[in-house]
């Protein structure tokens, strides 16, 4: 099958016209981009269709002040092309968003895949009909598109929470939301900023809206962990020395729990003297560790009540270390109620000395709710703050959010929607019963959001690519995972998710964030090296679990 006429359908030719393609991609993020590079590799007529104007996927989308990566760039980043990791030349240990979207851009320009992404088109209904083996996919301008493959690349976190914030539409000034930030930037020099939500968005831009703002007012609901960077940037010779060792780092990376090397201490706490706890949560706070280092302090860290709270008492400790105030520190000090990680872990770079500043405050939002805003400001059930700008950084409908947003019909009309009601349900967070030759990258289910992203998505691309090239040479033409593969599957998630500390936290990854969203743990929660040995031997029993045609 032959790609369709681009010029055409672009310059409007083709519009009433079904565009025929053996696959087809939702979403141009570092999933689309690679999943459309090994497509062409393989001699499939691919395309993405992207709803943004421009390529990059999280990275597109999330401007706002101080956004940058909090996993490694050097883990953060494409390892199919050796070449590709020599040449590219990251600034910082972290790099900032702007640098990201660059490499993105670049990846795309190096493998000429320009021409395989239709931008600006946002799929809103994707059905799949039986009888001839097809998805028919359209966009919210119309267009329509039959393939025999569907990739949903559509990210875990790129449909933004939205504030329902009563009276917002009254507010004289400007608002704006981490995640759908204007390109051109937004100056805050001399404005009252009221800044709602401490995640990880929240936290990267405290800091720097500081900078501008002549009085910030962040409106915390839930005080969460957030450990230093240690962001540094990268001399020549370091960088050249990293890179020397770059297929090193990659395979112990992919040994990881996570999919990056964090230096983990296979210790449990109790294998250890006091002292070398100590020291471990020392080495980890700072600059030779830093960032997720802090979840590998202990092995049983993440499974042990007590040892956790070590650590995080020794995170509070650091926090009443740093903020002067000691209102503010109680404030910023997560509850004992939250567990170490059970909240994504912010990563930050002067998060809490920023709160030494004088024009910046903390308003406790658990206790006094922003209750709606008003013309000049946000009205709490204590007072108004008089504000020129608000900022919301209050998240996303993480996991599931963005393939609930379009209207997906699989085999005899089923809904996907209503499918997932009770919560999104995979098989191996990459296929869906009841939904062939449909496959989701770092879907709920798998790893995903609970790894380095890069990895887990070149992990899936590369099996699905695997999967389907066995398929189309044994003349298989309807893939499907099983009901009871599907079953088993989700129970297995449950079951490990229960093992760990994860479940007791009010989080994203339990879709606790959205009013209403079902309490499910979204992740396959055991890391990395264990998910990709279970998807191997599922490839090589067979693809036991899916029923191939
Ligand atoms: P988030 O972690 O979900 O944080 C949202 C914040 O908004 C929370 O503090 C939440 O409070 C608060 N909030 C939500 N609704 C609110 C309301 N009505 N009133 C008051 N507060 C409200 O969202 P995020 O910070 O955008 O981060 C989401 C994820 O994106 C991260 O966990 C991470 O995976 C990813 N991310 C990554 C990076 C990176 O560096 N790689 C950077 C940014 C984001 P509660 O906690 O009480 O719900």
Redesign the pocket.
């Known amino acids: 099958m032959q790609d369709f006429d681009c010029e055409n359908a672009e310059s409007g030719n083709m519009e009433n016209s079904v565009k025929k393609l053996d696959m087809l991609v939702v979403g141009a993020g570092f999933s689309g981009i690679y999943q459309l590079y090994k497509a062409r590799e393989a001699g499939l007529s691919v395309r993405v269709l992207e709803a943004g104007d421009g390529v990059g996927g999280?990275w597109f989308w999330?401007r706002y002040p101080g956004?940058?990566?909090?996993?490694e760039s050097l883990d953060?980043s494409y390892s199919f092309c050796r070449e590709l990791e020599e040449e590219w030349q990251w600034s910082e240990r972290?790099a900032p968003q702007a640098e990201i979207l660059k490499y993105m851009e670049h990846v795309v320009d190096r493998f000429a895949l320009k021409d395989g992404i239709q931008l600006n088109a946002r799929v809103s209904r994707a059905v799949f009909n039986d009888d001839r083996l097809l998805w028919t996919v359209s966009t919210e301008s119309g267009e329509v598109f039959e393939c025999t493959y569907l990739v949903m690349a559509t990210g875990?976190?790129s449909i933004?929470?939205r504030?329902?914030?009563k009276g917002l539409d009254d507010f004289k000034g400007r608002w704006y939301h981490?995640?759908q930030w204007p390109k051109d930037g937004v100056d805050f020099t001399g404005q009252r900023v009221a800044l709602?939500?401490?995640?990880?968005?929240?936290?990267?831009m405290v800091p720097i809206i500081a900078e501008q703002a002549a009085k910030l007012t962040v409106?915390?609901?839930?005080a969460?962990f957030s450990v230093p960077a240690h962001n540094v940037p990268f001399t020549e010779k370091a960088l050249a020395a990293a890179k020397a060792r770059y297929p090193d780092r990659r395979a112990m990376g992919r040994e990881a729990i996570t999919g990056q090397f964090l230096n983990a201490n296979t210790k449990t706490a109790a294998e250890m003297t006091e002292e070398e706890q100590r020291a471990e949560l020392e080495y980890r706070w700072k600059g030779a560790g830093g960032g997720f280092r802090m979840l590998r302090t202990f092995a049983d860290q993440m499974s042990n009540l007590e040892t956790n709270k070590m650590v995080a008492d020794f995170a509070r400790n650091r926090i009443r270390s740093v903020v002067k105030d000691s209102a503010k520190a109680d404030l910023l000090c997560p509850k004992d109620d939250l567990p170490f990680g059970g909240?994504?872990l912010?990563?930050d770079s002067r998060y809490y000395e920023t709160f030494n500043l004088e024009h910046v405050d903390i308003v406790d939002?658990?206790a006094h709710?922003?209750i709606e805003a008003t013309a000049h400001g946000l009205r709490t059930d204590q007072c108004e703050y008089k504000v020129d700008a608000i900022v919301?950084?209050?998240?996303?409908d993480?996991m599931s959010g963005a393939l609930k947003a379009i209207d997906i019909r699989g085999s005899c009309g089923k809904s996907l929607r209503e499918k997932w009601e009770h919560g999104p349900t995979s098989y191996l967070g990459l296929s869906i019963a009841g939904f062939p030759n449909m496959f989701v990258v770092a879907g709920p289910g798998s790893p995903s959001?609970l790894s380095n992203m890069v990895h887990s998505i070149e992990t899936h691309v590369d099996w699905i690519m695997r999967l389907l090239t066995q398929a189309r040479a044994t003349g298989v033409q309807r893939i499907e995972a099983t009901q009871a593969a599907e079953d088993g599957w989700v129970q297995r998630c449950e079951d490990e998710a229960n093992k760990t500390l994860y479940p007791r936290a009010?989080?994203?990854y339990m879709g606790?964030?959205i009013a209403g969203k079902p309490r499910v743990f979204m992740a396959f929660v055991s890391g990395v090296p264990l998910y990709r040995r279970i998807i191997e031997d599922v490839a090589s029993n067979n693809y036991q679990g899916f029923e191939m045609a």
């Open positions: 999280t999330n956004a940058r990566c909090d996993v953060y972290y875990g976190l933004p929470q504030p329902q914030l981490s995640a709602i939500g401490t995640g990880s968005s929240g936290v990267q409106f915390q609901r839930t969460n909240k994504r912010c990563v939002a658990a709710p922003v919301f950084a209050t998240g996303f993480a959001v009010n989080s994203w606790a964030n």
